[in-house]
């Protein structure tokens, strides 16, 4: 056998293989476009991410197990802190900014990651080991993205059809997300720096179709095609056709937040329609029917329950109705981002009630518990800042009028700046002090 014959062929290359490559022919894909799309990101998902933590720490979920809906998050609950009952409409801002900007970012994400997919189609798919962590790291960006936008718009339009609970779905797949975000930005803002000063913004929004072409070929970035296709729409109109998707996200959700006469306009919010007439017509959330509450539980035989200090007082509402009764104005805002204007409440202050028990001296937090016979946030604890605020109370009454099944008659918890779930309805049970509470 001749040496020649005797040699191996050598490998074919990816381009031997003839192997068959999507096309991705538009001239307007380049750095310089997914770097305008990774500044509005860099900009929107650090609020994102600090308003979501501040979600999370609302619910002072360090303080007992029932407040705690991700009870193995370990490290990931180093920032903790003691939720202010100041300013009252504090929860109200976080979480509706939370919500409102998640969804004016769909747009922007969808588009960026329109501007990039030649890249999660190159081949090879790993060249080195270097590249396969890139890669990896893609793959943890792009999939802790997707699943952590679609939980929350999913979570706002009370489509429950998660294989588990919102809260530590959501919770886990956001630290995926920011940490992979954080990682991306770090290795790419130098890149994005570049193709920004390569090419001028004004220019560019002043660029009709006619005059469009595709960027200068940079092999580092894959992103600029190598036979690009006539123009149909210019990077000024891509640009604009993302920020009018955005804004009309805005205009049809953030009506929930900011109420007024803008909550017509919320028409993908589904606590932004209008909820009747009447001092207890505002939203709400969770109904008497849709927890399957009892009549009976909440009848002539209700009973108040308040323990504590060592001692326990049995309230009928008839004797609620005879202690001294205070007025407090406040919202009630809710993790999904809608909230209500202030409602003018009236009942007894959770530190009369503290009182009642021989607690009248800087009294400890307590563990509420509700009529609902099951579901989340059934019981709740508050600490004892809010316990001690005046503003916070066990309400009978609401904008003058007793207050309605589904509000929470016989009686509720409402507490300055606290999420709507820790405003527990249905009261049965007040419980005074850490040592006293059900595991």
Not at 165 to 173: C, N, T
Not at 334 to 348: A, I, K, L, N, P
Not at 354 to 368: C, E, I, Q, T
Request: aromatic share 8%; glycine share 10%.
């Amino acid at each position: 056998m001749s040496r020649n014959r005797a040699r191996r062929s050598p490998a074919p290359t990816v381009a031997a293989m003839d192997v068959p490559l999507p096309s991705w022919p538009s001239p307007l894909r380049g750095p310089w476009l997914t770097s305008v799309f990774a500044v509005v990101l860099l900009a929107g998902v650090p609020v994102l991410w600090v308003t979501g933590l501040l979600s999370y720490a609302a619910y002072n979920p360090d303080l007992a197990p029932v407040n705690d809906k991700t009870p193995g998050k370990g490290l990931l609950g180093f920032y903790l802190f003691s939720w202010p009952t100041d300013p009252y409409w504090l929860y109200r801002v976080t979480q509706g900014v939370h919500v409102t900007l998640g969804v004016v970012l769909v747009p922007v994400v969808l588009a960026k990651l329109w501007s990039v997919v030649p890249k999660l189609f190159a081949l090879p798919p790993v060249r080195s080991v270097g590249h396969a962590l890139d890669r990896l790291s893609l793959l943890l960006l792009v999939g802790g993205g997707l699943f952590t936008f679609a939980t929350g718009v999913l979570n706002i339009q009370l489509e429950y059809i998660f294989p588990g609970s919102f809260y530590p779905l959501h919770f886990y797949g956001s630290w995926v997300f920011f940490g992979a975000f954080l990682a991306h930005a770090a290795l790419r803002l130098p890149r994005t720096v570049r193709a920004l000063r390569g090419r001028d913004l004004r220019a560019e929004l002043r660029t009709p179709v006619s005059r469009t072409v595709a960027e200068p070929p940079d092999p580092g970035s894959g992103l600029v095609s190598r036979d690009p296709a006539p123009p149909t729409l210019s990077r000024r109109g891509a640009l604009g056709l993302v920020g009018l998707g955005s804004l009309a996200l805005f205009v049809v959700t953030a009506g929930q937040s900011i109420g007024g006469s803008l909550r017509g306009t919320a028409l993908l919010a589904p606590h932004g329609r209008d909820p009747g007439p009447g001092p207890n017509g505002f939203q709400i959330n969770k109904t008497a029917a849709s927890v399957r509450l009892r009549a009976r539980d909440i009848g002539e035989d209700w009973r108040l329950v308040v323990r504590g200090g060592g001692r326990t007082t049995v309230l009928t509402r008839e004797r609620l109705e005879r202690l001294p009764r205070h007025r407090s104005l406040l919202p009630i805002a809710c993790v999904e981002g809608w909230s209500t204007s202030d409602q003018r409440w009236e009942g007894v202050r959770l530190v009369d009630l503290a009182a009642l028990v021989g607690l009248d001296h800087d009294p400890p937090g307590v563990f509420v518990e509700s009529a609902q016979p099951h579901g989340s946030f059934r019981s709740a604890a508050l600490r004892d800042n809010q316990v001690r605020d005046t503003r916070s109370l066990l309400a009978l009454r609401v904008n003058g009028a007793r207050l309605s099944v589904d509000h929470g008659y016989p009686a509720r918890i409402i507490v300055p700046g606290a999420p709507g779930v820790m405003n527990t309805k249905w009261v049965t049970r007040l419980t005074f002090g850490e040592a006293a509470w059900p595991a």
